[in-house]
């Protein structure tokens, strides 16, 4: 992860109701995807500080 990745996962500011539209997809058996231009790392550190990672694990995957 660069450093302006690091510093936007620390300072991003989430779309208002956003992890809430997330989480509700997921509810009803979506399969939410991230697409981006930044790295896996800073992808997976943004989900983890929204408790999100989960969300977008495959089933049955354990990341840890």
Known sequence: MNPEESRA?????PTPYTDWLI???RATRARP???TGCSARAVRAY?????LTAVFAPPGYDSR
């Open 9 to 13: 996962v620390n300072h991003a500011m």
């Open 23 to 25: 989480l509700t997809w």
């Open 33 to 35: 995807a991230v697409t």
């Open 47 to 51: 989900l983890d500080s929204r408790d």
